[in-house]
T-cell receptor, first 114, second 111 residues
Framework: DTGVSQDPRHKITKRGQNVTFRCDPISEHNRLYWYRQTLGQGPEFLTYFQNEAQLEKSRLLSDRFSAERPKGSFSTLEIQRTEQGDSAMYLC????????????FGQGTRLTVV | GQQLNQSPQSMFIQEGEDVSMNCTSSSIFNTWLWYKQDPGEGPVLLIALYKAGELTSNGRLTAQFGITRKDSFLNISASIPSDVGIYFCAGLPWGTYKYIFGTGTRLKVLA
């Protein structure tokens, strides 16, 4: 399977705990995106990487959130000291670095903070 | 965060009917994408549009990139029960690489 892969698919955590999600993009894709989606809403941009460089971060990405893409391949998104408001679907997408390009999404990680 | 205006928000249709939905923005976009999302899954890309006025089909789906570059339309012909889901538009504003999503159109097909 050469699609975008996310792990885990589901995560239930207690408030205050740290969680980390992983995303493996399509192998030849240079750009990698993280989005957050809450119930009934469209995906909201969090951040994106071009190779290993993090080029843009949303103001939705508070100090408790950090994303890395150390070797320009897979990426991790960590949330520290989780809060109930962090409960959402976290989506990863990847694309090529081209003038006209589309983004392909993974299946998402559903986070529930209790 | 910024989201595109998508309409209608939801619709119930009979199997076999055609469906139309649209997406509008206050700013110019240079790419429009249409996705379908099933519950608990990630969005699946349906159609990509890159030029103003472009009309592209994918099976029973047809999408158009508006001439003003501020809107896009998706049509589904002869709907079937498996068309049920949420359809999202997404646009790439001029000069950025950050995709902005619409609020979604929830489609329910009555057999």
């Amino acid at each position: 399977d050469t699609g975008v892969s996310q792990d885990p698919r589901h995560k239930i955590t207690k408030r205050g705990q740290n969680v980390t999600f992983r995303c493996d993009p399509i192998s030849e894709h240079n750009r990698l995106y993280w989005y957050r989606q809450t119930l009934g809403q469209g995906p909201e941009f969090l951040t994106y990487f071009q190779n290993e460089a993090q080029l843009e971060k949303s103001r939705l990405l508070s100090d408790r959130f950090s994303a890395e893409r150390p070797k320009g391949s897979f990426s991790t998104l960590e949330i520290q000291r989780t809060e109930q408001g962090d409960s959402a679907m976290y989506l990863c997408a990847s694309s090529l670095v081209m003038e006209n390009t589309e983004a392909f999404f993974g299946q998402g990680t559903r986070l529930t903070v209790v | 965060g910024q989201q595109l205006n998508q309409s209608p928000q939801s619709m119930f249709i009979q199997e076999g009917e055609d469906v139309s939905m649209n997406c509008t923005s206050s700013s110019i976009f240079n790419t429009w994408l249409w996705y379908k999302q099933d519950p608990g899954e990630g969005p699946v890309l349906l159609i990509a549009l890159y030029k103003a006025g472009e009309l592209t089909s994918n099976g029973r789906l047809t999408a158009q990139f508006g001439i003003t570059r501020k809107d896009s339309f998706l049509n589904i012909s002869a709907s079937i029960p498996s068309d049920v889901g949420i359809y999202f538009c997404a646009g790439l504003p001029w000069g950025t690489y950050k995709y902005i999503f619409g609020t979604g159109t929830r489609l329910k097909v009555l057999a």
